[in-house]
Nanobody, 119 residues
């Protein structure tokens, strides 16, 4: 059984910073892409940032230059460093990982963590 546990969300003033973490546990053989999504009320879930197993990163235009995604393969953990936060960054943030176990490959989602940016 594989689980993803997120942490690091909270309330911050505009211009502030937060660091999200997403740790995967269970019978993991390897992890391909690690991604962060977000969903604001009334909006569709959108991709914020992604990092491949080789370390190649990709960002939504709205967060380029402010957010940084990284991964620690030894800890099966993804991070999202968020700087210069804006009220429009307020959303529930979810991590998604493509995880290979001994038997199969599957996409797993975290439970979500709330990020609220006040103006």
């Amino acid at each position: 059984q594989v689980q993803l546990v997120e942490s690091g969300g909270g309330l911050v003033q505009a211009g502030g910073s937060l660091r999200l973490s997403c740790a995967a546990s269970g019978s993991i053989r390897s992890i391909d892409a690690m991604n962060w999504y977000r969903q604001a009320p009334g909006n569709q879930r959108e991709l914020v940032a992604a990092v491949t197993s080789g370390g190649i990163t990709n960002y939504a235009d709205s967060v380029k230059g402010r957010f940084t995604i990284s991964r620690d393969n030894a800890k099966n953990t993804a991070y999202l460093q968020m700087n210069s936060l804006k009220p429009e960054d307020t959303a529930v943030y979810y991590c998604k990982m493509n995880i290979r176990t001994l038997l199969t490959s599957y996409v797993y989602w975290g439970q979500g963590t709330q990020v609220t940016v006040s103006s």
